[in-house]
C-alpha cells in the first residue's frame, strides 16, 4: 500500500495521523480514522488476565506502539471536516487509497496496512519508540513522559487544552513559591510544550514570567492572561477586549512588561 501525504511530510512524520479511503461505491464520501503512534512500547501481556490470553493474536501480544482507531475506519461529513480537524490539531492527513467501504474486512485490514507503512516512516526519520523495559535513569524517565505529554496535548480538544494550562499554571506558582528548582523546570517545559498546540497567540511567555516575578501586579497579569486565553477559544470579544484593556494598564504602570 502506498500512502500520500497531503498534510505534513514523509521525511518528518509527527506520530500522529488522519488516515483517510474513498468509496469505490460513491466517490464522494470520505472515510476515517486516527493513527496514533506512542513513544514507548507497551507490552500487552501485562495488563491481560491469563484466562483472556488465547483471545489475542499473537503479533497484538507483542507490543501496542502504534494503532489506528477507531479500526475501522468511520464515514466523515467532507473531506474540508478533515483538513480543519487536523490543522487545529496539527496532524498530518495521509490519503490511503479507494476501497469498497461496505467490506467491513478490507478496509480494516487497510487502515492497518496504513498503520504500518506510516510506523514505518516514523521509524525512519525519528527511531523506534522506547521500550519501557529499556529505560532506565531519571533521563530516560523525563524523555519518556515528555514524549507522551507531546502526544496528549496534541489529542486534546482547545477546551481541555486550557484546562491543562490552568493546571500548570498552579504547578508552575506552587514549584515558584516552594523553591523547587526541578519542579518549576518541569512545569516550565510542559507549558512551552502545551503552547505548541494552541492555535492562537497564546502569550504563555508571559504567564511564566508573571508566576516568576513576584510581585502582586504580575500575579494578576497571570490571572488575566489566562483568562485572555479562554475568552479567545470562546470567542467572547467584548470580555476579551476588557481583559485586554486591564492588562494594557497594569502593564503600563508597572515593570513586569
Given at each position: 500500500m502506498d500512502i500520500l501525504?497531503?498534510?505534513?511530510?514523509?521525511?518528518?512524520p509527527k506520530g500522529h495521523a488522519f488516515v483517510y479511503f474513498k468509496s469505490s461505491l460513491d466517490p464522494s464520501e470520505v472515510w476515517a480514522s486516527y493513527i496514533v503512534i506512542l513513544p514507548i512500547t507497551v507490552d500487552?501481556?501485562?495488563?491481560?488476565?491469563?484466562?483472556?490470553?488465547?483471545q489475542i493474536p499473537e503479533a497484538s501480544m507483542q507490543d501496542l506502539s502504534a494503532f489506528a482507531f477507531p479500526p475501522a475506519p468511520e464515514q466523515m461529513d467532507s473531506f474540508e471536516l478533515v483538513q480543519r480537524l487536523a490543522e487545529m490539531r496539527d496532524d498530518d492527513v495521509l490519503f490511503a487509497g479507494t476501497f469498497n467501504t461496505s467490506d467491513l474486512g478490507s478496509i480494516m485490514m487497510a487502515?492497518?496496512?496504513?498503520?504500518?507503512?506510516?510506523?514505518e516512516m516514523?521509524?525512519?526519520?525519528?527511531?523506534?519508540?522506547?521500550?519501557?523495559?529499556?529505560?532506565?535513569?531519571?533521563?530516560?524517565?523525563?524523555?519518556?513522559?515528555?514524549?507522551?505529554?507531546?502526544?496528549?496535548?496534541?489529542?486534546?480538544?482547545?477546551?481541555?487544552?486550557?484546562?491543562?494550562?490552568?493546571s500548570l499554571v498552579s504547578k508552575l506558582r506552587f514549584a515558584v513559591d516552594s523553591n523547587e528548582e526541578a519542579l518549576v523546570k518541569e512545569a516550565e517545559t510542559d507549558i512551552?510544550?502545551?503552547?505548541?498546540h494552541l492555535e492562537f497567540d497564546h502569550k504563555t511567555e508571559r504567564i511564566v514570567e508573571g508566576i516568576k516575578h513576584g510581585s502582586d501586579d504580575a500575579r494578576r497579569l497571570t490571572m488575566l492572561y489566562v483568562q485572555r486565553c479562554y475568552c479567545i477559544v470562546q470567542e467572547d470579544y467584548i470580555m476579551l477586549g476588557n481583559v485586554e484593556e486591564q492588562i494594557a494598564a497594569i502593564e503600563a504602570g508597572s515593570d513586569t512588561g
Open positions: 501525504f497531503e498534510r505534513g511530510s514523509e521525511n518528518a500487552v501481556t501485562k495488563y491481560v488476565p491469563p484466562f483472556l490470553m488465547s487502515a492497518g496496512e496504513a498503520v504500518q507503512k506510516y510506523t516514523y521509524n525512519e526519520t525519528v527511531g523506534q519508540p522506547a521500550a519501557v523495559e529499556s529505560s532506565s535513569g531519571e533521563g530516560a524517565l523525563e524523555e519518556g513522559i515528555v514524549g507522551i505529554n507531546e502526544v496528549m496535548y496534541g489529542l486534546m480538544s482547545d477546551g481541555d487544552k486550557l484546562s491543562e494550562l490552568t512551552a510544550m502545551l503552547s505548541r
